[in-house]
């Protein structure tokens, strides 16, 4: 009868980047039912080789059959139960107990729940597991190589990888293990494939190949090994072998000591599939991997909850607010201090001739200004407030009355176009603001303005005209959407929204597939049977809640709390907020997906936060930008739906209205568009 290979490999070549090759036309049988060593030198390639027999990696050419097939076909089977892989690395979830480690990988293998509770009881001595509700970040190095293998062994697999399973174990339970191993390959007719550099341990193994330079130098049994060469030390056996290929050929060699093996036969008869998961299964225990992960984590409660509470209350604390606590000098040469402003000027109207007398009028404009807003300070003369001001630099200006300021207010109710130019200039408070600071020196002006008009307004009413007469001949009416006189906090408030929920979880998305990947779990689960757009469709439906989360936080807050005004509809206020939240999600994911490591990942969403912010129209309005700009800032996915919550919530537009429909469709655009890439991205690096 031909022996059956549970695994083959035929001329394999496999190499990272161009010049280095790792496995160099390899040939390997492993027989059916055995348990085969490979050996090595570190850095020879065998992590190499059984990452491609487990489909996690592909060969540059040549062929694999591992049970019958090559990974990733149907009859094959592999990636899924038949296969149990523990990799080098430890590949566990520190987050997890070893209860939830071993349902973990009991479920995504397809097993009961009582099912794997049985082989806990069978493995919990074998490999003298730790308590079962210690967390795997609790656990020792040796407890976590312990569990690890555990999972391993836990369905009861037909093909065995391990990884140098035995590292850091002491010599008795080592000698349980191995004879464990023998037992399962004897009685259930598995084959275990190990790798380990405890040469001397691996005498206990049926089949040993010895792998150098790309090669194997050797595949037979130890004892017709230990025989050729006349020792009874592997060790020596393997120097003896790799100073012979220094000095011969390669293929003298492999003619030498390869035993028949039954040559190319992919033929091998499964046995019937002891566990069948589907994706239902898995899907439901990797959203209960992901939860878990969330709930563990210190850092999870921070940025579901904390984070977006904290950034909304800031924003509302911070921005649009009124200025407070600004000086103003006042030099008043009309009046000089007004006797400490209580005395306001006079205002006296005469009916017989319809005319009106001022006097001292600049009090009566001085009283005006606001001490909340503007505190004043009086200086005898110009030059003096001047100087104060330079020295000090501790009010935003000076306002100055000239001294007939009142007669030439009167003249300009009475008597305007004969008016002499001193008499103009006269009438006029001039006020010069000495402020760089933009926002205050507009607040200022605008303030001043409002409390002259006021002013003006009352004044002309005393003299018995019509208060339109103090009007400039510019009227800005109401206007047709929103208030009259909105603060910029109101009008940055929705755009600051949409991009704190984009950029919250595009922080915790950026990483997740990379901590998958640097935990080893990764590839551990995808040897599984788990395929990528499971773990990436579940790691979306968890982050979900985080972020309905979030966006509740930060619309409760801004809404109920913070008295925000909406003149439409709040569902399309959530709905756009919760799109942008999973665009921002799938975002983090592309970055994840698209970075090599945590550092990168940060960089590129710390990178990309400015810039977005900047374009958005969130600082300033885009259509200040320049062209290209402009038209650059409309394809992100924050400018237009920015725009489309503040039609919602200044004009109350609806929803078929296209300045709304519009940020829906492009948000969806980038979500579709994004989740697209991070698949390709992912079935490419395999
Ligand atoms: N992703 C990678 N990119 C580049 N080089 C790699 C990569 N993975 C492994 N190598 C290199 O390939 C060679 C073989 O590595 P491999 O891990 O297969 O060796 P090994 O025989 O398992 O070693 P050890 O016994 O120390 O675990 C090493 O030189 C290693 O540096």
Same mark, same amino acid.
């Given at each position: 009868?031909?022996?059956?290979?549970?695994?083959?490999?035929?001329?394999?070549?496999?190499?990272?980047?161009?010049?280095?090759?790792?496995?160099?036309?390899?040939?390997?049988?492993?027989?059916?039912?055995?348990?085969?060593?490979?050996?090595?030198?570190?850095?020879?390639?065998?992590?190499?080789?059984?990452?491609?027999?487990?489909?996690?990696?592909?060969?540059?050419?040549?062929?694999?059959?591992?049970?019958?097939?090559?990974?990733?076909?149907?009859?094959?089977?592999?990636?899924?139960?038949?296969?149990?892989?523990?990799? &080098?690395?430890?590949?566990?979830?520190?987050?997890?107990?070893?209860?939830?480690?071993?349902?973990?990988?009991? /479920?995504?293998?397809?097993?009961?729940?009582?099912?794997?509770?049985?082989?806990?009881?069978?493995?919990?001595? @074998?490999?003298?597991?730790?308590?079962?509700?210690?967390?795997?970040?609790?656990?020792?190095?040796?407890?976590?190589?312990?569990?690890?293998?555990?999972?391993?062994?836990?369905?009861?697999?037909?093909?065995?990888?391990?990884?140098?399973?035995?590292?850091?174990?002491?010599?008795?339970?080592?000698?349980?293990?191995?004879?464990?191993?023998?037992?399962?390959?004897?009685?259930?007719?598995?084959?275990?494939?190990?790798?380990?550099?405890?040469?001397?341990?691996?005498?206990?193994?049926?089949?040993?190949?010895?792998?150098?330079?790309?090669?194997?130098?050797?595949?037979?049994?130890?004892?017709?090994?230990?025989?050729?060469?006349?020792?009874?030390?592997?060790?020596?056996?393997?120097?003896?072998?790799?100073?012979? &290929? &220094?000095?011969?050929?390669? &293929?003298?060699?492999?003619?030498?000591?390869?035993?028949?093996?039954?040559?190319?036969?992919?033929? $091998?008869?499964?046995?019937?599939?002891?566990?069948?998961?589907?994706?239902?299964?898995?899907?439901?225990?990797?959203? $209960?991997?992901?939860?878990?992960?969330?709930?563990?984590?210190?850092?999870?409660? @921070?940025?579901?909850?904390?984070?977006?509470?904290?950034?909304?209350?800031?924003?509302?604390?911070?921005?649009?607010?009124?200025?407070? %606590?600004?000086?103003?000098?006042?030099?008043?040469?009309?009046?000089?201090?007004?006797?400490?402003?209580?005395?306001?000027?006079?205002?006296? *109207?005469?009916?017989? %001739?319809?005319?009106?007398?001022?006097?001292?009028?600049?009090?009566?404009?001085?009283?005006?200004?606001?001490?909340?807003?503007?505190?004043?300070?009086?200086?005898?003369? $110009?030059?003096?407030?001047?100087?104060?001001?330079?020295?000090?630099?501790?009010? !935003?200006?000076?306002?100055?009355?000239?001294?007939?300021?009142?007669?030439?207010?009167?003249?300009?109710?009475?008597?305007?176009? /004969?008016?002499?130019?001193?008499?103009?200039?006269?009438?006029?408070?001039?006020?010069?603001?000495?402020?760089?600071?933009?926002?205050?020196?507009?607040?200022?002006?605008?303030?001043?303005?409002?409390?002259?008009?006021?002013?003006?307004?009352?004044?002309?009413?005393?003299?018995?005209?019509?208060?339109? *007469?103090?009007?400039?001949?510019?009227?800005?009416?109401?206007?047709?959407?929103?208030?009259?006189?909105?603060?910029?906090?109101?009008?940055?408030?929705?755009?600051?929204?949409?991009?704190?929920?984009?950029?919250?979880?595009?922080?915790?998305?950026?990483?997740? !597939?990379?901590?998958?990947?640097?935990?080893?779990?990764?590839?551990?689960?995808?040897?599984?049977?788990?395929?990528?757009?499971? #773990?990436?469709?579940?790691?979306?439906?968890?982050?979900?809640?985080?972020?309905?989360?979030?966006?509740?936080?930060?619309?409760?807050?801004?809404?109920?709390?913070?008295?925000? %005004?909406?003149?439409?509809?709040?569902?399309?206020?959530?709905?756009?907020?919760?799109?942008?939240?999973?665009?921002?999600?799938?975002?983090?994911?592309?970055?994840?997906?698209?970075?090599?490591?945590?550092?990168?990942?940060? *960089?590129?969403?710390?990178?990309?936060?400015?810039?977005?912010?900047?374009?958005?129209?969130?600082?300033?309005?885009?259509?200040?930008?320049?062209?290209?700009?402009?038209?650059?800032?409309?394809?992100?996915?924050?400018? #237009?739906?920015?725009?489309?919550? /503040?039609?919602?919530?200044?004009?109350?537009?609806?929803?078929?209205?296209?300045?709304? *429909?519009?940020?829906?469709?492009?948000?969806?655009?980038?979500?579709?568009?994004?989740?697209?890439?991070?698949?390709?991205?992912?079935?490419?690096?395999?």
């Amino acid at each position: 009868m031909t022996m059956q290979n549970a695994v083959m490999v035929r001329n394999a070549k496999k190499g990272y980047g161009a010049g280095v090759t790792i496995l160099n036309d390899l040939n390997v049988n492993v027989p059916r039912g055995c348990i085969y060593s490979l050996l090595g030198a570190s850095g020879c390639g065998k992590t190499t080789l059984l990452s491609c027999v487990v489909g996690v990696r592909k060969l540059d050419s040549g062929d694999i059959w591992v049970l019958g097939g090559k990974p990733g076909t149907k009859e094959c089977g592999i990636p899924g139960p038949r296969i149990g892989y523990m990799p &080098q690395d430890v590949s566990l979830i520190d987050e997890f107990s070893l209860f939830d480690a071993l349902h973990f990988f009991g /479920r995504i293998s397809g097993m009961e729940k009582y099912e794997i509770e049985e082989r806990y009881m069978e493995l919990k001595d @074998l490999l003298q597991l730790p308590p079962r509700n210690r967390l795997v970040k609790n656990m020792s190095g040796g407890q976590q190589r312990r569990v690890s293998f555990a999972a391993a062994l836990l369905q009861r697999p037909e093909l065995l990888i391990l990884d140098e399973p035995t590292v850091g174990l002491d010599p008795v339970l080592r000698d349980n293990i191995w004879n464990h191993l023998a037992k399962i390959t004897k009685e259930e007719g598995v084959t275990v494939i190990i790798t380990t550099h405890y040469i001397e341990e691996a005498k206990q193994s049926d089949r040993i190949g010895l792998l150098r330079n790309g090669q194997l130098l050797a595949e037979s049994s130890p004892n017709e090994l230990l025989s050729r060469f006349q020792t009874d030390s592997l060790e020596e056996a393997f120097l003896t072998l790799s100073q012979q &290929q &220094q000095e011969q050929s390669r &293929q003298e060699n492999i003619n030498s000591i390869s035993s028949p093996s039954g040559g190319i036969n992919p033929s $091998y008869n499964s046995q019937s599939r002891k566990y069948q998961s589907n994706w239902k299964i898995r899907s439901m225990a990797l959203l $209960y991997k992901n939860l878990l992960q969330f709930i563990r984590h210190p850092g999870g409660f @921070l940025f579901s909850i904390v984070l977006p509470f904290l950034q909304v209350s800031l924003f509302f604390n911070t921005i649009g607010l009124e200025p407070k %606590d600004l000086k103003l000098y006042i030099v008043n040469d009309e009046a000089g201090k007004c006797h400490g402003q209580k005395y306001l000027g006079n205002v006296t *109207y005469y009916e017989e %001739d319809r005319t009106c007398k001022f006097i001292d009028l600049s009090c009566r404009f001085i009283a005006g200004i606001d001490e909340n807003v503007l505190e004043k300070k009086f200086y005898d003369n $110009y030059e003096q407030a001047k100087n104060r001001l330079n020295d000090k630099r501790d009010a !935003i200006g000076i306002m100055h009355f000239k001294k007939n300021f009142s007669l030439g207010m009167q003249e300009k109710i009475e008597n305007m176009v /004969r008016m002499s130019d001193n008499l103009i200039s006269a009438a006029a408070i001039y006020v010069t603001l000495h402020t760089p600071d933009r926002e205050i020196a507009l607040f200022a002006t605008q303030k001043l303005y409002k409390m002259f008009n006021n002013d003006f307004e009352k004044i002309v009413e005393e003299c018995g005209l019509n208060k339109k *007469y103090a009007h400039l001949p510019i009227k800005f009416e109401k206007p047709i959407y929103g208030k009259e006189d909105q603060n910029y906090g109101e009008y940055v408030i929705p755009v600051f929204l949409l991009t704190l929920l984009f950029f919250l979880p595009t922080s915790v998305s950026s990483s997740t !597939i990379i901590t998958d990947r640097d935990s080893g779990i990764w590839n551990r689960i995808l040897v599984q049977g788990v395929t990528t757009a499971e #773990i990436l469709l579940t790691h979306l439906m968890s982050q979900f809640i985080i972020i309905m989360i979030q966006v509740s936080v930060a619309l409760i807050l801004s809404f109920g709390h913070y008295d925000l %005004d909406c003149e439409g509809s709040m569902l399309g206020i959530f709905a756009i907020s919760t799109l942008l939240a999973l665009c921002g999600m799938v975002y983090g994911f592309f970055i994840s997906v698209s970075c090599s490591s945590h550092v990168v990942a940060n *960089y590129a969403a710390l990178g990309s936060f400015y810039p977005l912010v900047l374009l958005c129209g969130l600082i300033w309005p885009i259509e200040g930008m320049p062209k290209a700009l402009k038209w650059l800032s409309l394809t992100l996915p924050i400018t #237009i739906p920015g725009n489309t919550l /503040r039609e919602i919530m200044h004009k109350g537009t609806d929803f078929d209205n296209p300045d709304v *429909y519009l940020g829906f469709l492009v948000i969806s655009a980038w979500i579709f568009g994004l989740l697209f890439i991070c698949l390709f991205q992912l079935k490419r690096s395999g």
